[in-house]
């Protein structure tokens, strides 16, 4: 197994158009992570799942942001009408539900809108 | 709730020098703590962690860290840097809940001086 694998690496988009990224897991991980980061900043959470279930969200993902893993395997995350803000490396991350199991990132994919 | 304080944004060291990168950490129970590496266009590698046990955590690449509980802190050391060394450092504390979610801190950027 490679690892995490995230696509696309970059993303540059006009501000109002949708987006969206995939991230593939490490196979035999059933929980998966989205985080974001910013520059100058830590990775912030942003959602998981374990399996196919969403199970949290965080505040910073607003309604123009949606999460999926269908089948529980590869996961997606949308941005509607995206806004300058939105600019970040967003990061997926995959473990096994273990309490307290590592975490293993994916590189990332860097989003700028323009 | 959870947070981790790195005080020094950037740090230079000598090669061959040694390192020590400070991390504070608030939680109000025994926490999950991590030490993880980003190079340029690499994802975050897991240096090291620690659950319970051995306050003393040893990690790839030759580092180590100490849980200090009385002083909430985590640091991170290395007895003789090399140039490979250069990249950003996050410390992390892990929640104790279900989800696993982790907390970054915000970073220190290591560089090296030939």
């Known amino acids: 197994d490679t690892g995490v694998s995230q696509n696309p690496r970059h993303k540059i988009t006009k501000r109002g158009q949708n987006v969206t990224f995939r991230c593939d897991p490490i196979?035999?991980?059933?929980?998966l992570y989205w985080y974001r980061q910013t520059l100058g900043q830590g990775p912030e959470f942003l959602t998981y799942?374990?399996?196919?279930?969403?199970?949290?969200k965080s505040r910073l993902l607003s309604d123009r942001f949606s999460a999926e893993r269908p089948k529980g395997s590869f996961s997606t995350l949308e941005i509607q009408r995206t806004e300058q803000g939105d600019s970040a490396m967003y990061l997926c991350?995959?473990?096994?539900?273990?309490?307290?199991?590592?975490?293993?990132f994916g590189p990332g994919t860097r989003l700028t809108v323009l | 709730a959870q947070s981790v304080t790195q005080p020094d944004i950037h740090i230079t060291v000598s090669e061959g020098a040694s390192l020590e990168l400070r991390c504070n950490y608030s939680?109000?129970?025994?926490?999950?703590l991590f030490w993880y590496v980003q190079s340029p266009g690499q994802g975050l590698q897991l240096l090291l962690k620690?659950?319970?046990?051995?306050?003393l955590v040893q990690g790839i690449k030759g580092f180590e860290a100490e849980f200090k509980r009385s002083q909430s802190s985590f640091n991170l050391r290395k007895p003789s840097v090399h140039w490979s060394d250069a990249a950003e450092y996050f410390c992390?504390?892990?929640?104790?809940?279900?989800?696993?979610?982790?907390?970054f801190g915000k970073g220190t950027r290591l560089h090296i001086l030939p």
């Open positions: 196979s035999e991980h059933n929980r």
């Open positions: 620690y659950f319970s046990g051995d306050t």
């Open positions: 799942f374990q399996n196919e279930a969403q199970l949290e």
């Open positions: 991350a995959s473990s096994f539900a273990l309490h307290g199991d590592e975490q293993f």
């Open positions: 939680y109000g129970a025994t926490p999950y």
């Open positions: 992390a504390v892990g929640t104790m809940n279900r989800d696993d979610k982790i907390i």
